[in-house]
């Protein structure tokens, strides 16, 4: 069974390609900043900001306290 070796892409393919990805890039940069102003706006409207601060802070770990993260910086 023999298969035919796929021919490298051309300098011209990679710079469309990676036209494609940052298109891509700056669509997601767009959704998340997008996401972030309307969460921000409605715990302005909700008036609770400092509540939902300090909820965070207190159910999400940080960085840094993560076990994986030790054990990596150990070896």
Known sequence: MA???QPKPTA???IRMISA???QVEQLK???FN???ALDE???MKGDKEDFIKF???NY???EDDKNNKEIKDK
């Open 3 to 5: 298969f035919r070796k």
């Open 12 to 14: 011209k393919d990679m």
């Open 21 to 23: 990805i940052a298109i």
């Open 30 to 32: 767009e959704h998340v």
């Open 35 to 37: 996401g972030d102003k």
């Open 42 to 44: 409605y715990m302005k």
């Open 56 to 58: 965070l802070e207190k």
């Open 61 to 63: 770990k940080k960085p």
